[in-house]
């Protein structure tokens, strides 16, 4: 069935499984628990793949590890990558009273990655997971060696303000616990935007709308909402962002056309941080790691590898 650009295809006929293969099942998982400043003792899934250098993938709002799909077996074969569910997210803990703000988030990435044993290492971030990852790396530019940052909000816009202003009433709240609950899956549906729809299945829909069915999924991603993405916040990072150049290098991957986050941020953002990158790809999406995984992995490999004719001979770091 031929769909024009970001045309779904009828709910009732997604199929199970992803018309695509994919090897995030076959990817290992692990349960790692980070001893957190600000979200207490939290068990996180992980999934690994691969040998070589670190490299750690950081996925957006209302997703999980199982974003990146697609990528980690490409990736895999040149990193050791580490695809986590953030706090919230996909099948870590949810830490309902935690602190959800942007520099919350970057704080972790570093305990994380301590978790692990891969601090400074590289990091791609989708979306929110880039935004919250720029936070990490102008907090503790050591922990990170290189960032890509695909589709990241990061500048203030109207939209936030107006969903600060709803999500801070207590009938703001209700309206975004019904309309999610309602039906998980078809809000699932409805908010994650491909270039081509006929990416999306079952499978994708019970991974992203199983943690928004249960009370406490739902109540981390109404603080995502609320306070990862919240207009003040916006404000002081763009602040902080043209303050001087960008401390570790930093690689921007927009699409041409996004429902999510304009293409006009990454030029915004691009200008801000001083001594970055950035890609613009034509056809895809938000996710460009699933909609042109192979045009995603040939983009960001060239700048993530940058470094490695300058270590010495056997020089990684390891996890």
């Known amino acids: 069935m031929a769909l024009r650009p970001f045309e779904r295809l009828p709910y009732e006929e997604l199929p199970a499984l992803p018309r695509i293969p994919h090897g995030y099942h076959r990817a290992e998982a692990r349960r790692v628990l980070v001893s957190s400043r600000i979200f207490g003792d939290v068990g996180v899934h992980v999934r690994v793949v691969g040998q070589g250098p670190p490299l750690l993938l950081v996925h957006g ?48 990435l570093a ?43 990061g500048t203030p816009d109207r939209r936030y303000v107006a969903l600060r202003a709803l999500l801070s009433t207590a009938a703001g709240r209700a309206l975004l616990r019904y309309l999610v609950q309602r039906d998980p899956r078809r809000w699932v549906y409805r908010n994650v935007h491909y270039h081509d729809e006929r990416l999306k299945s079952r499978e994708e829909l019970d991974e992203y709308g199983a943690p928004l ?12 909402l609320h306070e990862t993405l919240a207009p003040a916040g916006f404000h002081a990072f ?53 909609d042109s995984p192979d045009r995603m992995v040939e983009t960001v490999l060239p700048f993530l590898r940058a470094d490695e004719a300058r270590e010495p001979a056997g020089a990684s770091l390891g996890g």
């Open 213 to 224: 069915a249960t009370d406490a999924g739902l109540a981390c991603f109404t603080k995502s």
């Open 111 to 153: 305990e994380l990655q301590q978790a692990l044993g891969i601090r400074g290492s590289a990091i791609m971030g989708n979306s929110l997971g880039g935004y919250v990852a720029m936070h990490l790396a102008l907090q503790d530019p050591a922990a990170v060696s290189r960032l890509v940052v695909n589709h990241a909000p």
């Open 238 to 290: 763009v602040d902080e962002l043209g303050r001087e150049p960008f401390p570790v290098p930093l690689l921007f991957v927009y699409a041409r056309k996004d429902p999510v986050v304009p293409p006009r941020v990454g030029e915004a953002l691009h200008r801000l941080a001083r001594g970055s990158e950035l890609r613009y790809l034509d056809g895809t999406s938000h996710f460009s790691h699933v």
């Open 61 to 108: 709002l209302m997703t999980s590890s199982y974003s990146f799909r697609y990528v980690l077996e490409p990736l895999g074969r040149h990193f050791r990558v580490f695809a986590p569910d953030l706090p919230g997210s996909g099948r870590s803990d949810k830490p309902t009273r935690a602190d959800f703000s942007p520099r919350s988030f970057g704080t972790f």
